[in-house]
């Protein structure tokens, strides 16, 4: 499991509040780190964050330069 918090909560795609149990697809850059078994991540920025039923596609992301680091 990945655990993030957003410094904005709002939908790229609709620009609509992200709510508490809402599935919501957001796409990180960070580096796979050495481990044991399973393959670990380390993130520092959302690039893109939206509700899932929003989601038309990889092509559609523009890079939101507000996007803030993950604490």
Aim: aromatic share 6%; charged share 30%; proline share 6%.
């Amino acid at each position: 499991m990945m655990e993030a918090k957003l410094g904005v909560t709002t939908c790229d795609k609709c620009d609509e509040p992200m709510k508490e149990g809402q599935p919501v697809l957001v796409i990180s850059e960070g580096d796979v780190t050495p481990s044991n078994e399973d393959l670990k991540f380390e993130g520092a920025t959302v690039r893109y964050a939206c509700h899932r039923s929003c989601w038309d596609g990889a092509a559609e992301i523009e890079i939101n330069p507000c996007r803030r680091k993950i604490w």
